[in-house]
């Protein structure tokens, strides 16, 4: 098995979505890949969702809840849900979680069980890209969906390298999906889901932030 497969690959019923069955393994190669920055890289991302203490975040394609946790120190007496497909994933998110607001689910970007206007924020990374192209657009018309009034969405997303060899080595190490992620139509397939206050940060290493807040009565 390569580490394309490991990474991205069609296991699990429910979604046509490229799941990960291998948490442990998850996680060695994310250290690697993020050379050494990934607990940088997250906490930062979890600053930027704007989340604050006593919010409702809900966690989308949250595999082994490396956000999840982040997200839920910074909302205190708040509550984060982690989502994701894949059982399996979720059995080592929750047996690696210490904090008490966490919790899991089994569910779908594409179709989401939550009611509408429930969480204050909306993150996930590392997520759209493992959907069908086709799927990406309903999965953010369900974030926004779910959200609040003024609620926050945040997406952290895989950026290409820029030179044929770098993406070439990504394509070999992890496949197809994050070598060609379509990393520039993100901040405008969000502006046409109907979020406002679009905004978009690089950080290094590999990742686009993209920012945004549903229409109406901010907090
Ligand atoms: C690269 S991992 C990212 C995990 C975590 N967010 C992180 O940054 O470490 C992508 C996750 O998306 C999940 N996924 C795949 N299809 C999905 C879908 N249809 N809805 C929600 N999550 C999905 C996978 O199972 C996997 O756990």
Redesign the pocket.
């Known amino acids: 098995m390569g580490l394309g497969h490991l990474?991205h690959h069609n296991s699990t019923p429910g979604?046509p979505?490229?799941?990960?069955d291998h948490g442990g393994s998850?996680d060695a190669f994310?250290a690697v890949f993020f050379g050494g920055r990934r607990d940088r890289v997250y906490r930062r991302l979890a600053e930027l969702s704007g989340a604050k203490p006593g919010d409702q975040v809900l966690d989308?394609?949250?595999?082994?809840g490396?956000?999840t946790r982040r997200m839920a120190a910074l909302v205190g007496t708040g509550t984060v849900v982690g989502?994701?497909?894949?059982a399996i994933?979720l059995d080592r998110a929750r047996r690696i979680t210490g904090e008490p607001n966490c919790t899991y689910t089994v569910g779908?970007?594409?179709s989401l069980s939550a009611e509408d206007d429930s969480f204050d924020v909306v993150d996930?990374?590392?997520?759209l890209h493992?959907?069908p192209h086709e799927l990406r657009a309903t999965a953010l018309a369900e974030m926004r969906r779910v959200l609040r009034p003024g609620g926050r969405l945040l997406i952290g997303e895989f950026r290409p390298p820029a030179n044929p060899i770098g993406r070439h080595l990504v394509r070999v190490l992890t496949g197809p999906a994050m070598a060609h992620n379509p990393i520039d139509e993100l901040a405008p397939m969000v502006t046409h889901a109907g979020f406002e206050r679009v905004g978009s940060t690089d950080m290094h290493p590999w990742i686009r932030c993209v920012t945004a807040a549903k229409p109406g009565a901010a907090e």
């Open positions: 990474l979604t979505g490229l799941t990960i998850y994310g989308i394609g949250c595999g082994t490396y956000l989502l994701d497909p894949s994933v779908v970007a594409e996930n990374c590392l997520m493992h959907l």
